[in-house]
């Protein structure tokens, strides 16, 4: 047990340590340990934790690693695989504010965030062309996709009533296609 969790948290300190952008950026590296490297979850069913975490309240990454963790060793898991995740962060934060207003003025600072941006704007489509090709996968989910990006930028609709509207068009589907099977 003290291995699985020693593993849970060194495995999302790397992740923490070394993903930029936030949650939607660190999607691709948590495939990559949890699915492929360390087989603690299907590809499928790393999805539906990320989903849920971006559902719930607080930071969708620390989410994750929380369901991971638990899912693999239970509320110690949980606990352990959080650390992990949010440790690297704290100590990156605390060092970076201590220095950086110091250092902001510096024209190289300014271009390195700008190119940091680019890159982070990458990851991002990344992730979102990664996850529409596993999530719209019949008529209803394209439909769905297209009625959030109009709520969205046009509308301007809050992402919390766009969640349970998808949630409920969702229960609504499946019970219809169940209904339809037998």
Sequence with gaps: MVKKLLSLFLTFAKIGGITFGGGLTMLPLLTREIVEKRKWAT????LDYYAV??????IIA?????FVGYYQAGVLGGIFATLGMVTPSV????VVASVLQTFMDYPIVASALTGINAVVCALLSHTVITLAKKSLVNVVSVILFIIGLVACFIFDITPILLVIFGGVVGV???KIKEGRAK
């Design 172 to 174: 609504v589907y499946g």
């Design 91 to 94: 100590i990156i934060i605390t």
């Design 43 to 46: 590809e499928e069913e790393l």
């Design 53 to 58: 975490g971006q559902c719930t309240p607080g």
């Design 62 to 66: 620390v989410n994750t690693a929380t």
